[in-house]
């Protein structure tokens, strides 16, 4: 097993910033939970093959790192390519982040890392599990095909009026068809995975 890796940490920290603004824009109604869902994401993947310990240490570097680097880099550039690179915060964790008063100008930067520092640290944790590697495998196919077929939908739409990449995941994540292919591809996928020996 191998302990730290400080350039998969590193990977971890950029995944943690980059899933946590696109995830935000693209899909509004998870807007609020972003950062958390990109903490946990980078933690398991710095997690992988580690011991439950370094596996945490590893979770809660990436999330540091990836919520320095994000918070300072949302200061000084507002956007890239009319993309946003705030990241907005659940209701339940504004009052915990606003207790620790930090002021306005590195507010940013104390969110994402306290964040990062927590859920990084629990998806380090849950990443080291090798009985959940299945499950990490499933909901990651899942969420490409989706991803994949909002893709496909903005290929169709995108030189409509008053469209918007919110529709395009809206109208995959309102399909039930398109679940439904998800759902089997994925779970297909992973069980050949199993069958063939991967994990």
Known sequence: MSDFNLLKIFYGSIIYGVWAILLGFFVLDLAPYAAILSALGAGIYV???????????????????????????SIYIPNIGGIPLSVSITN???????????????????????????????GGLLGSIEKLRGIFLFITLFFLFIIYGALDNAAWNILKPNWTWYMSFQHVLTNEIDILVAVIYSGFVTVLAYVMKIF
Request: net charge positive.
């Open 47 to 73: 997690g992988r093959r580690n011991r439950p310990t370094v596996a945490m240490a590893n979770g809660f570097l990436a999330g540091l790192i990836g919520g320095i680097l994000t918070g300072i880099i």
């Open 92 to 122: 339940f964790l504004s009052p915990i982040i606003s207790s620790i008063n930090p002021s306005s100008f590195l507010f940013p930067v104390t969110t994402l890392a306290f964040i990062g520092l927590l859920f990084g640290g629990l």
